[in-house]
């Protein structure tokens, strides 16, 4: 759901930089301390409400995995949206709401897991009444894009009846 | 670290199978639901210590990346071991080490993140006097690979004299 810029790379801490002779490799670790990374708001282009985003790490190739923790406020959600490489969310705390186009509005809870296929539309955010934090991981394609935004959620959209539980 | 087997795969919930007309793909958005994922004991032969690894989500092709949270008992730490294609690490609670082949051990905080290059030889575990606990994003190569173990990490490398603080 979130796209990465170059500079979410500059934030992290290279630690270790001088070489040793024992390593086989000149490829470092790279600890990111807590605290190092600065919270971006969700945009209002992208999301409705109050959204938090936490940058984690971002792909450095050739890996194309990136990560952030996705904080919303009650009634925040993100557009509907679909991920070339699809999406992982793994939620750490809260309760909230995530749908498939054309599918039953689904209720999320922390240790939840969420898998969505590449370009599966969908949307994600917390409930009406509780918030929902999440770790949204996703992979990039070779033109390094890992999100395609699409309309907002209305609020009918989001306030339907849920999945019966 | 972890090597998910398709196992894994199957203990996915899938939601929504009914299909409906509004959906442009019969790809279904997947639920796995907190409770639902059984904890495995970390293996004697790739552990040293109490390990217990909690598995989240196993790559769907085409995706490449899976992820499971691994809690470490004090003292006990992944043997040494390199990835394929890397390895990221977010510490969600306690205080553990995590150390390059040939670098000084580093200290590592709930809200850490670390990234391990392709190749890079490394061990995590908790500290002698603390749990922690990390999520372990790995992504695998065109084998299904994402690990390489490699020998034990011994008393003496697991309580040497750390990085200078």
Redesign the interface.
């Known amino acids: 759901m979130i796209r990465f810029t170059p500079v979410a790379v500059s934030l ?1 801490l290279f ?2 930089m001088s070489a ?6 000149s ?9 190092s990374r600065t919270t971006i708001a969700g945009p209002a282009e992208h999301f409705t409400g109050r959204a938090y985003i936490d940058p ?2 971002s792909a ?1 190739a ?4 990136g ?1 952030a923790y996705v904080t919303f406020a009650p009634g925040a959600r993100s557009d509907w949206h679909t991920h070339p ?2 999406q ?1 969310l ?3 705390s809260g309760t909230g709401w ?1 749908q ?5 509005r ?1 209720t ?15 949307w994600h955010g917390a409930t009406d009444k509780n918030t929902m934090v999440h ?1 949204a ?1 996703q ?1 990039s394609n070779d033109k390094g894009e890992n999100v395609n935004w699409l309309e907002k959620v209305t609020d009918e959209q989001y306030l339907q009846a849920g999945e019966h539980e």
Request: glycine content about 14%; hydrophobic content about 35%.
């Open positions: 992290l630690a270790g040793h002779g024992e390593t086989a490799t490829a470092q670790m790279r600890l990111s301390e807590t605290g984690l790490f450095v050739p890996q194309r995995t990560g490489l699809g992982t793994v939620v750490t995530v498939q186009w054309g599918r039953e689904k999320i809870h922390a240790g939840d897991v969420v898998q969505c296929p590449p370009g599966v539309k969908h770790l991981i992979e």
